[in-house]
């Protein structure tokens, strides 16, 4: 389902029809796909594996809810001057280190995001806005959170205590 190489070029996600519904396993083979390119190889093993296991057809659902959120991802500047009201697509985390991805850039390249990055500690934690690349952050051990839900940066700051 999943290949064992990385591309940085837009995947095209495939639509379901009126005249052709797609069975849950044949959208979420589809979506792998699509998803691929924003998760590790190790945490697409890992997917690939849970789809074996008796809890196979919540992974094709979480596969599909996923691929849904990225094709809805906010393409930059659409969010410019939302502050906090901003919505977070997605979230990475590797350690105390995470990743919240706000928008991606219109074009070819899923790699090329912007979202907030927080060190958490237990003295101190800071929230800063940059450019991100997604290909980096899984070459590096990043790991997307699979049962994240967008939500504004409000709630995120709610969430860790974040000023």
């Known amino acids: 389902m999943f290949k064992?190489?990385?591309t940085v070029e837009r995947v095209q996600h495939t639509a379901n029809t009126e005249f052709h519904p797609k069975t849950l396993a044949v959208r979420a083979?589809?979506?792998?796909?699509f998803i691929a390119p924003y998760i590790s190889n190790s945490q697409a093993r890992d997917i690939a594996n849970s789809l074996q296991g008796e809890?196979?057809?919540a992974m094709m659902k979480r596969i599909v809810a996923i691929a849904s959120v990225i094709e809805s991802i906010a393409i930059s500047p659409e969010q410019t001057g939302?502050?906090?009201?901003?919505?977070?697509?997605?979230?990475?985390?590797?350690?105390?280190?995470?990743?919240?991805?706000?928008?991606?850039?219109?074009?070819g390249r899923?790699?090329?995001?912007?979202?907030?990055?927080m060190l958490?500690?237990?003295?101190?934690?800071?929230?800063?806005?940059?450019?991100?690349?997604?290909?980096e952050l899984l070459a590096h051990g990043c790991v997307?959170?699979?049962?994240?839900?967008?939500?504004?940066?409000?709630?995120?700051k709610q969430s860790n205590i974040v000023h």
């Open 120 to 135: 958490a500690t237990d003295r101190q934690r800071g929230l800063e806005f940059k450019p991100v690349s997604i290909i």
């Open 4 to 6: 064992n190489h990385k």
């Open 110 to 117: 899923v790699d090329q995001a912007f979202g907030y990055v």
């Open 29 to 33: 083979a589809q979506d792998a796909i």
């Open 82 to 107: 939302l502050n906090d009201n901003t919505t977070v697509y997605l979230h990475y985390q590797l350690h105390n280190w995470h990743w919240y991805i706000t928008e991606r850039m219109d074009g």
């Open 55 to 57: 809890h196979g057809a």
């Open 144 to 156: 997307l959170d699979l049962n994240f839900s967008p939500q504004s940066v409000h709630t995120i």
